[in-house]
Nanobody
Framework: QVQLVESGGGLVQAGGSLRLSCAAS????????MGWFRQAPGKEREFVAE????????NYADSVKGRFTISRDNAKNTVYLQMNSLKPDDTAVYYC???????????????WGQGTQVTVSS
């Protein structure tokens, strides 16, 4: 099993940037595909980005493509989400997720963090 702890959320003006981090416990982090999801008030949770166990493959939602970048540091057991050109529509709780599956994309995620709030003001 793996435990996930997100950090880096906060309040930012439209056009600004934030970098989210997700620290994972355990010694097998490099065998996990990792993803970021978000949930805005009154909406369902939606996919944002995901990265393969090696970092060599990534996928993004169309709504964030070109603005957000997912990356990972397996030596630090951490996955990141660099968010640039933020918009008010990006306001949501952002969740980190993990799936122990070297097949990419994994098709689903079993482990979730507690979430971190991102608020973008206009």
């Amino acid at each position: 099993q793996v435990q996930l702890v997100e950090s880096g959320g906060g309040l930012v003006q439209a056009g600004g940037s934030l970098r989210l981090s997700c620290a994972a416990s355990g010694r097998t982090f490099s065998s996990y595909s990792m993803g970021w999801f978000r949930q805005a008030p009154g909406k369902e949770r939606e996919f944002v980005a995901e990265i393969s166990w090696s970092g060599g493959s990534t996928n993004y939602a169309d709504s964030v493509k070109g603005r957000f970048t997912i990356s990972r540091d397996n030596a630090k057991n951490t996955v990141y989400l660099q968010m640039n050109s933020l918009k008010p529509d990006d306001t949501a709780v952002y969740y980190c997720a993990a799936e122990q599956n070297r097949h990419f994309p994994p098709g689903g995620y079993d482990y979730w963090g507690q979430g971190t709030q991102v608020t973008v003001s206009s």
